[in-house]
C-alpha cells in the first residue's frame, strides 16, 4: 500500500497562508529547499488541491533561465511528477497531472491501495478532507518563526482525535521541521 504524506509550512499559530492566502513568509532558505527538492524527488505522486494547484503552476513550469539552480531543478520536478489534481471547478490540469472531479476520498483510497510508492498531499482542504477517514499516513510540519492571527488552518476541527508519535526534529534557518507518523 503506497504512504500518504501531509507535509505543509506553517506558522507558530498554525496556518498554512495568512487571512489574504500569502504564502510569502514559508520562502525557505537554501538547506529547506533542497530538503524539499530531495523529498519531492522520492514521490510516486503528488495529490494537489485546487489552490495549491494553482499557485505552483503559476510559478513552477515557468522558473527563469537565471533563477538559483536549486529552484530550477524543483520547477523540473514539480513539473515532471505524477500529479492528481482534486477540484469541482476546473476544466483541465496540465504538467503531467490527471483532473479528478468526484469523491476524493474514494479515489485517494484507491490510489493508496494500487501501489508501494509514496505520495504527498498537497493543500490544507484536500488534506483536511482525507484526516477524518485515517488515509494520511505521516505529517511534516514545517514550522515558521512567525504568527499570522488568522488563515487557513492545517488542521481541521475533527470528531476523533490522531494519535502521532514524533519521529524527527530537525531545524533549518527558516522553519524547523516536526516529523510524526500515525499510531
Known amino acids: 500500500m503506497r504512504k500518504l504524506i501531509y507535509g505543509f509550512g506553517v506558522s507558530l499559530d498554525g496556518y498554512v497562508n495568512d487571512r489574504d492566502g500569502n ?3 514559508t520562502e525557505p532558505d537554501d538547506e529547506l529547499h533542497q530538503y524539499h527538492n530531495d523529498r519531492f524527488r522520492g514521490l510516486e505522486i503528488a ?4 489552490r495549491l494547484y494553482e499557485l505552483m503552476a503559476e510559478y513552477w513550469p515557468h522558473v527563469p533561465e537565471d ?6 531543478e524543483f520547477g523540473e520536478l514539480w513539473t515532471s511528477t505524477p500529479k492528481v489534481v482534486f477540484s469541482r471547478t476546473l476544466t483541465e490540469v496540465h504538467w503531467n497531472s490527471t483532473l479528478v472531479s468526484e469523491n476524493a476520498v474514494e479515489e485517494v ?3 493508496k491501495a494500487g501501489g508501494e510508492g509514496v505520495m504527498e498531499v498537497g493543500g490544507a482542504s484536500l488534506a483536511s478532507a482525507l484526516m477524518p477517514h485515517g488515509l494520511i499516513d505521516e505529517y511534516q510540519v514545517f514550522v515558521s518563526p512567525i504568527v499570522l492571527g488568522g488563515g487557513t488552518p492545517m488542521f481541521p476541527a475533527l470528531e476523533q482525535r490522531i ?11 527558516t522553519a524547523v521541521l516536526l516529523r510524526y507518523l500515525v499510531d
Not at 533563477?67 to 530550477?72: E, S
Not at 494519535?163 to 534557518?173: D, G, Q
Open 23 to 25: 504564502i510569502d513568509w
Open 47 to 50: 495529490l494537489n488541491g485546487r
Open 67 to 72: 533563477a538559483p539552480t536549486i529552484q530550477r
Open 109 to 111: 483510497r484507491k490510489l
Open 163 to 173: 494519535a502521532l508519535r514524533l519521529v524527527e526534529t530537525r531545524r533549518f534557518e
